[in-house]
């Protein structure tokens, strides 16, 4: 089975700022940063950001639960040009759920020349057998960190 799920969350910064931090390593220093209790910790395993980098996030803990989990993803794609990033999961996350294939795509859609789209989409593959956990793909997660990246950048934009 195949499927896809996107969202598109506005943010109140040009795209070339968005991009500036999506497009490598800055995004995980960011979320470490500014949301590590929300998103969780961004850990690089290796690489400078470009493709073939391989990124560790570890999840806050669920309410109640002692223990987050985590997924690993390789950037497979950078294209500055239409400021897309894709990435691939390798280990955890929905791969331990059973899906054969998880694509993430994170695309700034410029809307004027002080606010952007962030388009935020998973692409996923998984047995027909598993169908039932289709249901756990979302990309809230992916959505929040847009949210978050974009206030901070609006609020520090002075200092950057």
């Known amino acids: 089975m195949h499927g896809q799920v996107s969202e598109d969350t506005p943010v109140g910064v040009p795209a070339a700022l968005m991009w500036d931090v999506y497009r490598g390593l800055e995004l995980g220093k960011l ?70 294939v998880v694509r993430i795509r994170l695309e700034m859609i410029e809307k004027d020349s002080e606010s952007c789209i962030v388009r935020s989409s998973i692409e996923y593959e998984v047995d027909d057998k598993l169908a039932d956990v289709v249901s756990h793909v979302t990309v809230k997660p992916l959505e929040i960190m847009a949210e978050m990246v974009g206030k901070h950048l609006s609020e520090n934009r002075s200092t950057l």
């Open 31 to 100: 979320v470490n940063k500014i949301a590590p209790d929300v998103l969780g910790r961004v850990e690089f395993l290796e690489g400078d950001g470009g493709v073939g980098t391989i990124a560790k996030l570890t999840f806050p803990p669920a309410p109640g639960s002692t223990e987050g989990g985590y997924m690993k993803e390789r950037f497979t794609k950078v294209d500055d040009e239409n400021r897309v990033k894709e990435t691939e999961l390798i280990e955890g996350g929905y791969k331990a759920l059973g899906f054969d």
